[in-house]
């Protein structure tokens, strides 16, 4: 199902996936131990120093799936994450979901997703995505405004974490959501994600591009959206922003 290619150093794994997506195929995977310009979301850098999992696939739809609907990837793709690194924590931590598409453990950033998505040239569908994620294993990098930890900090027992296996359990898991959000659609995908999202019913603090404003958090749409209420109880949609909490 998957094909591997396998860096010590290269600039991104998604820019090296983007760069050679028409000629590979759904599932091929790039996997890097260190990138020297990693990148985050809203075009941040993302610190990607030894230890730590830095990787991206390549899904190829093989029917026509809109922009909108490949948005919603990065959800499958930090439900698929949250599954995993569930597994690997002690009993006294708690894994949350932040919206959009963060994973917490201890309600600090333990993982990042960036997910790109490449039109058709006919249409407006989707040519592919690449859906690239970092996890913080051996350390946690500073983000301005977040708190952020790593796996090793929450773990079981102190065993060491193999990256490898790490990576093919993160992979599978991707791939079975996938598949779930190709035949049933988002509606599974986002009732599991709202059970997951710690902070759905409460009053959470947000910064679009114009404004920063406290609401109530009421749950995620069926595009994705953040649904807030505001004190006078009008509705907002959110689709993009910053929370806090
Ligand atoms: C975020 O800002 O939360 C998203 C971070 C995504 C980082 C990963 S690491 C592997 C892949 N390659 C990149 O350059 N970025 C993503």
């Not at 759904?26 to 993302?46: D, E």
């Not at 959470?204 to 114009?210: E, F, H, K, P, V």
């Amino acid at each position: 199902m998957f094909t591997y290619f396998e860096f010590d150093e290269i600039p991104s794994t998604n820019e090296w996936l983007k760069e050679r997506a028409s000629d590979l195929n759904h599932g091929a995977v790039c996997h890097a131990l260190s990138q020297s310009h990693g990148r985050g979301r809203g075009g941040n850098k993302w610190l990607s120093t030894k230890g730590n999992l830095y990787c991206s696939l390549l899904l190829k739809p093989n029917h026509k799936m809109s922009l909108g609907m490949a948005g919603l990837v990065s959800f499958v793709t930090s439900l698929a994450l949250y599954d995993v690194l569930e597994t690997y924590i002690g009993p006294s931590h708690e894994i949350t979901l932040k919206w959009p598409n963060d994973v917490l453990i201890d309600g600090a950033k333990v993982s990042g997703i960036l997910l790109e998505t490449e039109k058709a040239l006919s249409g407006n569908s989707t040519a592919y995505l690449v859906v690239g994620f970092g996890v913080n294993v051996e350390y946690a990098p500073e983000i301005n405004d977040k708190k952020t930890i790593c796996l090793k900090d929450a773990l079981t027992t102190n065993s060491d974490i193999n990256l490898i296996t790490l990576r093919d359990q993160i992979l599978n898991k991707i791939m079975t959501y996938f598949d779930l959000f190709l035949t049933r659609g988002f509606s599974p995908i986002r009732n599991v994600w709202i059970e997951k999202c710690a902070f759905i019913g409460q009053d959470i603090r947000i910064r679009t591009n114009q404004e920063v404003f406290t609401a109530c958090f009421e749950t995620i749409d069926e595009k994705g959206l953040l649904i807030a209420k505001m004190s006078d109880g009008t509705i907002k949609e959110i689709s993009s922003a910053e929370v806090f909490f």
